[in-house]
C-alpha cells in the first residue's frame, strides 16, 4: 500500500501527468458512452487520415492547399459512387443468390456426413449424425430469421443510413480542409505546459496516420488480388469471396482463420474433393501468407511493431469495448498505451552509496 500511494505522490505531482492522464480519461469515456452516436464522425476520421496524405504530396508538389483538398475531395467522391453504385450492387446479388443455393449445400452436407458414416461406421454413428444435422439445421433457421427481422428492422433505419451517405462525405471535406484550425480549436483548451501530452499525440498521430493508410491499401490489394485469383479459378461467388478476403486483414491473424471457413466451403460444394478444391484453398493460403509476410511489413514498416499476443489481446478487448471500430483501431489503440508507456517519466534511479563514492574517487585521481 505503501508503495502505491508513493507512485501516486510522486506522478500525480506532476501537472503534465495530470493533464495527459485527465486528456486519456476524458477520451475514453466520451468514447465508451457516445461511439455509436459518434459512428459518423469516427468514419469521417477514418477517411480523412487516408485523405490527408494525398493532401500533402499534392502540397508538396506546390498545389495550394484548397486546390489539394478540392482534387482530393472529388476523387474520394468519384471512388465513393464507385463502391456504392457498382461493387455494392453486386456483392448484394452474389449474397442473395448464395442464401438462395444454402438449402441445396445443406443437403450436400447431410448426405456426405451420411456416406461418411457409411464408410466409417465404427468412428461415426446414426444419432451423431442426426444430431449435427438438427444442430445445424436449428442454427441455420436461426440465422434466417435473424437476417429476415434485421431486414425488417432495416428499413426502419434506411433514413439513418441515407443522413449517414451525406453527413460522413459533409464532415470529411472539412476535416480535411480545417484540420488545423480544429486542432488549434482543441488545444486552446489545454494548458500552455502540455509538452508530455503533445509527445504522446504526435506520436499517435503518425501511427494512427500510418496504420489507416496502409490498412485501406491492404485491404483492396488484398480483396483486388484474391478476386482475380478466384475469378482464374472458377470459383462461385468470387467477388464475394474476394470481399470477404479482403475485409478480414482488419482482424489480423483471427480474420484470415475465420474467412477460411466460406472459402473453403463454396469450394467444397462446386468442386468437392477434386483437385480444383486443393487448388482454391492453397491459392487462399498463400494470398494470407504473402500478406503476412510481405505486404504488410511494407506498408506498416513505419508503425510501432507490436507482439501477436498484444495484438491478439487489444483486438479482444477493444472490440469488446466498442464493437467494429474498436477492431479496426485496436492496433492504433495499443500504439496510444505504448506511446504513453513510452513517454511517461521514468523513477528517479538512486545510485548506491558505494558507487557513488567510487565514482567521485575516480574524478578526483583524474
Known sequence: ????????????????VVLLVLVLAVTTVAL??????????????????????????????????????????????????FLSLGLLPLLIDQLKQLFQQAPQMFN????????????YPNYISEDQIRDV????????????????????????????????????PFLVFFLIRDKDRILRWFTNFLPHERQLTAAVWYEVNDQIGNYVRGKVWEIFI????SYGVYTVLGLDYALLLAFLTGISVVI???????????????????????????????????????????????????????????????????GGLWGFWGVFFAIPLATVIQAVLRAWPAPARHEPAEAVAIESVSEQQA
Do not use: C
Not at 500500500?1 to 503534465?16: G, L, V
Not at 450436400?108 to 464408410?119: D, F, N, S, T, V
Not at 488484398?222 to 488480388?225: K, L, R
Open 222 to 225: 488484398v480483396g483486388g488480388t
Open 133 to 168: 444435422v438438427s444442430n445445424v439445421g436449428s442454427e441455420v433457421v436461426g440465422y434466417t430469421r435473424g437476417l429476415l427481422s434485421y431486414s425488417v428492422a432495416s428499413l426502419v433505419g434506411l433514413l439513418t443510413v441515407a443522413v449517414y451517405l451525406i453527413l460522413v
Open 252 to 318: 489480423p491473424y483471427i480474420g484470415a482463420a475465420v474467412v477460411t471457413l466460406p472459402v473453403a466451403l463454396v469450394a467444397f460444394f462446386q468442386w468437392g474433393l477434386n483437385a480444383e478444391f486443393y487448388y482454391a484453398v492453397i491459392a487462399y493460403a498463400i494470398i494470407q501468407a504473402l500478406d503476412g509476410n510481405l505486404l504488410a511489413p511494407l506498408l506498416f514498416s513505419e508503425a510501432v511493431d507490436l507482439h501477436p499476443v498484444a495484438i491478439i489481446v487489444a483486438i479482444l478487448f477493444f
Open 1 to 16: 500500500m505503501n508503495r502505491i500511494s508513493e507512485w501516486f505522490r510522486r506522478n500525480m505531482a506532476d501537472p503534465q
Open 32 to 81: 465508451y458512452l457516445l461511439g455509436e452516436m459518434l459512428a459518423p464522425v469516427l468514419a469521417a476520421a477514418v477517411i480523412a487520415y487516408l485523405l490527408l496524405g494525398i493532401v500533402t504530396r499534392l502540397e508538396g508538389m506546390g498545389a495550394p492547399h484548397l486546390v489539394a483538398v478540392l482534387v482530393t475531395y472529388t476523387l474520394f467522391l468519384a471512388v465513393l459512387l
Open 108 to 119: 450436400e452436407a447431410q448426405r456426405a456426413l451420411i456416406k461418411l458414416q457409411a464408410e
